[in-house]
């Protein structure tokens, strides 16, 4: 059993029964002029979204959270390894643990033993300038039969949505803070140690073009930087990322 953290100072915890997204309600409360700082966290989810368009299975004992941030569209994206930092460091506190064989995935998925266990999304609102990060965190077993990367899950480890989302809350705002003050350099150093497949053949599929190349780092700003030997290094700043072989 462990202490549930309290909420940093302005952040706010709201939880619903059911919505169609978290992303979708938290896009529509900043449309309406809600400030930075509202995370919300859904028991079920009748139309979850995943990234390029896919649907986010969401049945009951999963986490489906997400937050509001304030952020220039043009780093956005660097809010993503904000976020799988905080998810994999509140998933280890609320297992007691650390957890090794949790990775990050890039661009924004976690990994244990090469399942993906979470998804991130990001949605720009851009009204205000701010953008909803949305996290789907498979804590019961799931039967995905047609995902396109192998599925897993945390159940292992008993996990209660509720504590998660409230970990990740205090743990997001904590590395959120570090980005504000010190930029991407200190996320980019704590996500590459935390890296899966470093120094292994990654495929990128883009939608007209897939190519290969060893996963070397992340450049400054959070491109995948593949190693294509006589060809050079390629930075790629958005696509799907496959490692191994068979893919
Ligand atoms: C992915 O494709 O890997 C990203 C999945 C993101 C799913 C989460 S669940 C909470 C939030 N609301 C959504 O509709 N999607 C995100």
Redesign the pocket.
Known sequence: MHASPDLPDGWRLETLCEID????ELLRRADAGEPEGLALRSDV?SA????RG?V?N?PNGNL???VLVKAEPSVAGQIGFAGALALLEAIEAVVGRPLPELRCKWP??LLLQRRKVA???LELAPKRGQVVL???VNLVPMDVVDAVYPVGSLAEFSIAPQELALNVCVAFARWLETWRMMGFAPLRRAWLERAHGLGEVATVRLVNEEFEGTFKGLSEDGSLLLDQGGEGVKSVSAGEVFFGVGV
């Not at 997204?21 to 979708?24: D, P, Q, R």
């Open positions: 997204g978290t992303n979708a989810q979850g979204r995943g990234r896919r986010w969401s489906y959270f997400s924004n998925d998804g991130l999304l949305g996290m789907g």
